[in-house]
């Protein structure tokens, strides 16, 4: 807590006044009053006696709090306290607001019936507040006589309806007559061409600290320069925002992140504008405004850059690239993340961190990869402190120690619940000793399948469904993400399958196995409508081993089943779902050496394709249902009538 009776208000206050006399343009002063405070370098009036003070007491009915006090022994009063506050009360003109302003009443009509009571008290404010405000831009300024600290110190609300933003407290006084200064200083920071340098003690310590931060940031002290960029920042120091946004970018934070000051710049923009671009994207709904207005002062080629790299996010190809040996570990990393290794494509990028060089000197740390659609989803708040505590740019220090994997191994956290509690059920194929881009050969009828384009399976789904006319009923094809499962396995996952028909359902394990082995499993026990189900196939060299499927309260299987994999020992009494599928799960991954990437399947973009339909063809007498999507009416089949634009079945 401060001390503010201890506080040096004269030295305080005269510096302020020399900062404010020097950087004045001539002519731009209010008055003769002002003309004065430039001529005499002092913004305060003279000082307050006890006698003084003890009289403004006794008219209010209020001893002052100290930080005020201390104020008015030193100036009784202040001139341009902040940007919009002209004139300060002294010991005269304090007087109680008692709603003068109307505010009361606009606070308390916004008030829900759930309002607490310190949001009450807080609307109730502009009834029982000390109004500090004399001449001012339509800003208020009160003190609460009700907001009282252990020091007796009053709270101070700030307001001006042209913000349009709730009030703003201070814990005291002094701590708004600070946050004043800073107030000036910031927008003396950003005045015109052509006017004086605004250059003094305090900016020319202010701009020291910025560049020990930027060092500091670069020995991977990133906390200790967070801090001192904010200081800075706070007082429109040029460098500390875009500096202070390289490192909340990489702690995740996105909110009013913007390099001010850098992305506009051609020496940072192929690393600034890639994320900036890409947060725009993901929020603007195809309202490109916004983003002209952060790119205000760039020239025409920056800002076509900008649309383009736009354009490249949005339909997901743009790729990061890095020089030197960061950069070839940039493209190593992304080659193991686009087939679902994020740990390992993590620990590239930080192997080979200590090597990375900036595009200059504000330039504090790799973020051109947050906008690539493979390598961006590594990022996590963890992972993000890892990387910017690791020493880099040529800086020495001590590295971190290693964030945690993101990924547990095997398969029994499918059987947990997923961010959403969405995935219920799930269905994936395991092949042996073949490469992820080999899957769509086996899993499709077509010649020539290929992978569509790294990404969510939410984009998958919607852009499949754009391109869909026809929805059968028979017609099961699953839309599946493909990676590798461990060491010499792929797989193709599907998150989202349609309801599972046993007596139409056909495994795709044997025609997956030519030549090696493939596993099937598609789990249904969480689904919670309808029967839990659970289905398992091995199949080798395009023959099927042995198979079963848990449903309906029944065990049907087929071949010589492992002990390990034996559907007796987990559907005995079934009275805990969830802990069958688990031991099923570890039981398949002991069985076969296989996992799944967790953070790829749910956080990631992966590559995908469509596979054949897992439901046979119908047979004689056996009628389905097609929906056709033509001109926006609905076309039934085999006089099968579909209601609801849902596909009926035969």
Not at 109 to 116: I, N, Q, V
């Amino acid at each position: 807590m401060t001390d503010t009776t201890a506080f040096d208000w004269r030295s305080f206050l005269l510096r302020w006044s020399g900062e404010w006399a020097d950087s004045l343009p001539d002519g731009e002063t209010r008055g003769e009053d002002d003309e004065a405070a430039r001529r005499d370098r002092w913004l305060g009036f003279p000082p307050a006696s006890e006698e003084r003070i003890a009289a403004m007491e006794e008219r209010l009915g209020r001893r002052m709090p100290p930080s005020y006090r201390e104020f008015l022994k030193v100036s009784d009063g202040w001139r341009h306290a902040g940007g919009f506050v002209w004139l300060l009360a002294g010991a005269e003109d304090a007087r109680w607001h008692h709603n003068e302003s109307g505010l009361a009443d606009m606070f308390e009509e916004y008030l829900d019936e759930d309002a607490g009571p310190e949001e009450r008290r807080e609307a109730d404010i502009w009834r029982r507040g000390l109004q500090l405000d004399v001449e001012s831009d339509i800003t208020h300024v009160l003190m609460d006589p009700e907001d009282v600290d252990e020091d007796g110190e009053w709270a101070v609300y700030t307001w001006a309806g042209w913000r349009a933003a709730p009030p703003e407290r201070y814990a005291n006084f002094l701590e708004f007559m600070r946050d004043m200064h800073r107030e000036f200083h910031s927008l003396r920071a950003h005045r015109s061409d052509g006017e004086p340098v605004f250059a003094n003690d305090t900016t020319r310590k202010l701009d020291a600290l910025v560049e020990e931060a930027r060092l500091e940031a670069l020995r991977g002290g990133w906390e200790r320069a967070g801090t001192a960029l904010d200081e800075a920042k706070e007082y429109g120091r040029p460098r500390a925002a875009g500096l202070g946004d390289q490192i909340r970018r990489l702690l995740g934070q996105t909110h009013m992140v913007y390099f001010d000051g850098l992305v506009t710049d051609p020496q940072y923009a192929p690393e600034l504008l890639p994320p900036l671009v890409a947060e725009h994207a993901a929020h603007s709904y195809r309202d490109d405004s916004t983003l002209t207005f952060h790119l205000r002062g760039a020239d025409d080629d920056l800002v076509a850059l900008a649309y383009a790299t736009l354009d490249r996010v949005r339909n997901g190809t743009y790729r990061y690239a890095a020089a030197g040996p960061f950069g070839e570990a940039v493209e190593r990393a992304r080659e193991l993340a686009r087939w679902g290794d994020s740990d390992g494509a993590w620990r590239t990028l930080m192997s080979a961190l200590p090597l990375w060089e900036p595009l200059g000197p504000d330039h504090l740390a790799p973020l051109g990869w947050l906008a690539d659609p493979v390598l961006g989803p590594l990022l996590t708040e963890e992972r993000g402190r890892e990387l910017l505590s690791t020493p880099r740019g040529g800086q020495g220090g001590e590295a971190p120690s290693p964030a945690a994997g993101l990924d547990p191994g095997g398969l029994a956290w499918l059987a947990e619940p997923d961010p959403g509690n969405n995935r219920t059920s799930y269905r994936f194929v395991l092949v042996e000793g073949v490469e992820p881009e080999e899957l769509p050969e086996r899993l499709t009828d077509g010649d020539g399948a290929v992978l569509n384009e790294p990404m969510t399976f939410w984009e998958a789904r919607h852009r499949s469904r754009q391109n869909q006319r026809e929805f059968s009923s028979y017609d099961d094809r699953a839309l599946m993400a493909v990676g590798r499962a461990g060491t010499g396995w792929s797989f193709a996952f599907d998150d989202d399958p349609a309801p599972f028909h046993r007596r139409r359902f056909v495994s795709p394990a044997a025609a997956a196995s030519a030549g090696t082995r493939a596993v099937v499993v598609w789990s249904g026990l969480r689904t919670g409508h309808g029967e839990p189900f659970f289905h398992l196939s091995a199949a080798r060299d395009g023959a099927e081993q042995y198979a079963f499927t848990y449903a309906e309260g029944e065990i049907r299987k087929s071949g010589e089943i492992p002990r390990a994999l034996d559907p007796s020992r987990f559907f005995g009494g079934l009275e805990d779902v969830a802990e069958a599928e688990r031991s099923l799960l570890e039981a398949v991954a002991g069985e076969f050496g296989a996992s799944l990437p967790r953070h790829a399947l749910v956080n990631g973009r992966l590559h995908t394709f469509a596979t054949r339909s897992w439901t046979r063809p119908p047979g004689d007498g056996e009628t389905y249902a097609v929906i056709g999507m033509h001109w926006g009416a609905a076309r039934p089949a085999d006089g099968e009538r579909a209601e609801d634009g849902e596909p009926a079945e035969g």
